[in-house]
C-alpha cells in the first residue's frame, strides 16, 4: 500500500550533488519518476494554491477577537494603521518566500530553506519542535474553534458543555485527517470551497459596514488617534498580534513539488493572496468600528458575533456557521502543508523513514498526514493548548526569521543559484530584522513563557544528536527509526 518516494537520477546518469550528504532530492517540473516508483502529483493549480494560502490565513482570529491590536496600540486610528502595516510587512515575508520557493524547488518550507541556507541541526530542530508540540497545539486550538462555532446556533439560550465541544472537535481533526489522506485532489476542491466561504464571510461584515459608513455612522472615527495611551512595549505587541492573524502566507512553499509551474504559480498565488486578506482585513476591522465602539469591543468575546447581532437580526445565526467552516478551512490547509514538511525531513534522513512513503494508489504522503492525529488528539482531552501556543509562538517567528535571513546568505553563499523571482534586498533585510525583534521582544516582556518555550525549542539539540549523529544505536532502536 505505501511506498518510497521516487528519488529522480540527474541526465548524466549520476545523482545530484546534494546526495552525497545523505539528502533525496525532490523530482522537479518535467521530471518523470522512474518505472514503479510513485511520486506525489503536481494537482496545486494556481487558484488552489490561493485557496491554500487565504483559506490557512483567515481562521477565527479575524470573526471572534481582533482586539489584541487595540488593547496594546489604545486607538482606533493606530490599530487599522497596524493592521495595514502588519498586511504589509506579511507581504514582504511572502515575497522572500516566493524568492526560496522558486530556486529551491523542494517542499518543506521553513525546514528545507534552513537546511539548505545553515545545514542539518537547526533544520533538524525546527521540525522537532513543530512535530511534537506546535502543530498538534495549533490544530487543537483551531479545531476547538470550530467545534464550538458549530453547535453555537443549538446553543443560543445556554452554555455549550466542554464534552460536547470536544466531542465534536474530534469529529472534526478526523475528518480532515481522513480527507488529506485519501485524496490530494478533494482536499485542494474542499479547500477552495472553504476559502469562498470564507470570502463570503468577511463580505457579510464589509458590506453591511460600508452601508452603515454612507448612513454616516463615522462616530466612532472621530478624534480616531486620541487617547492613545499604549506604552512603548504597546506598540510592538500589538504587531506582534497582527503578524499572528496573518501567518499562513508560507504554506503554499510546504508543498512546492505539488504545485503546477512553481516559477510562475507560487509567486501570483502569493502576492494575490496577501492583497485579498489585507485589503479584507483592513475593511472589515473598519465595519466593525461602524457599529461598535472601542470600549464594547474590548469587552466581546466574539466581535463577528456581536456585529451580526446589531445589524442582521436572525440572520446573524448565520456567522457562527461561517466562522466554524473558516477554522474547518485552517485546519485542512494547515494538516495539507505541515504534514509535507514531515515528508520532506524524512525523506532527508531526519524523521522515521515510514514518514516519507506515499500510498501507492491514492498518491498522498499517508504516514505523514497520520501521524499528528494521535498528537492531536492527545492535546486535545488533556493539554493546557493555549499555554503551550503562547511557550512556542516565539519559535514560529524565531524560524521564519532565519529561513528569511537564509536568502540573504545564499545570494553570497551561492549567486549562481537560478532565481526566477527575485527580491531586492532590503525587503528580506527588514523582514528577518522584524521577526527577530519580535522574538526578542517576547523574552523581555514575557521571560517565563517564553524561558520555558525556548528549553522546550532546546531539546531538539540532544534529540538530533541521539537520534541522527549517533552511529552506534542497538538494532532494537535502529528498527524503530526504521533504518
Known sequence: MLRKASVPAASNGKYPPECSKGRSPSLES???????????????????????????????????????????????????CVWAACGLLSLFGALCYAELGTCIKKSGGHYTYILEAFGPLPAFVRVWVELLIIRPAATAVISLAFGRYILEPFFMQCEIPELA?????????????????????????????????????????????????????????????????????????????????????????????????????????????MIIVTVGYVLTNVAYFTTISAGELLLSKAVAVTFAERLMGNFSLAVPVFVALSCFGSMNGGVFAVSRMFF?????????????????????????????????????????????????????????????????????????????????????????????????????????????????????VPAYYLFIIWDKKPKWFRKLLGK
Open 165 to 273: 465541544i470536544k466531542l465534536i472537535t474530534a469529529v472534526g481533526i478526523s475528518t480532515v485527517m481522513v480527507l488529506n489522506s485519501t485524496s490530494v485532489s478533494w482536499s485542494a476542491r474542499i479547500q477552495i470551497f472553504l476559502t469562498f466561504c470564507k470570502l463570503v464571510a468577511i463580505l457579510i461584515i464589509i458590506v453591511p459596514g460600508v452601508i452603515q459608513l454612507i448612513k454616516g455612522e463615522t462616530q466612532n472615527f472621530k478624534n480616531a488617534f486620541a487617547g492613545n495611551d499604549a506604552s512603548v512595549m504597546g506598540l510592538p505587541l500589538a504587531f506582534y498580534s497582527g503578524m499572528y492573524a496573518y501567518s499562513g502566507w508560507f504554506y503554499l512553499n510546504f508543498v512546492t513539488e505539488e504545485v503546477e509551474n512553481p516559477e510562475k504559480n507560487i509567486p501570483l498565488a502569493i502576492c494575490i493572496s
Open 30 to 80: 518535467g521530471q518523470l519518476a522512474p518505472e514503479g516508483r510513485v511520486v506525489l502529483k503536481q494537482k496545486v493549480t494556481l487558484l488552489r494554491g490561493i485557496s491554500i494560502i487565504i483559506g490557512t490565513i483567515i481562521g477565527a482570529g479575524i470573526f471572534i477577537s481582533p482586539k489584541g491590536i487595540l488593547q496594546n496600540t489604545g486607538s482606533v486610528g493606530m490599530s487599522l
Open 344 to 460: 520532506v525531513a524524512s525523506r532527508e534522513g531526519h524523521l522515521p523513514e515510514i514518514l516519507s512513503m506515499i500510498h501507492v494508489r491514492k498518491h498522498t504522503p499517508l504516514p505523514a498526514v497520520i501521524v499528528l492525529y494521535p498528537l492531536t488528539m492527545i492535546m486535545l482531552f488533556n493539554g493546557d493548548l493555549y499555554s503551550l501556543l503562547n511557550f512556542l509562538s516565539f519559535a514560529r517567528w524565531l524560524f521564519i526569521g532565519l529561513a528569511v535571513a537564509g536568502l540573504i546568505y545564499l545570494r553570497y553563499k551561492r549567486p549562481d543559484m537560478p532565481r526566477p523571482f527575485k527580491v531586492p534586498l532590503f525587503i528580506p533585510a527588514l523582514f528577518s530584522f522584524t521577526c527577530l525583534f519580535m522574538v526578542a521582544l517576547s523574552l523581555y516582556s514575557d521571560p517565563v513563557n517564553t524561558g520555558i518555550g525556548f528549553a522546550i525549542t532546546l531539546t531538539g
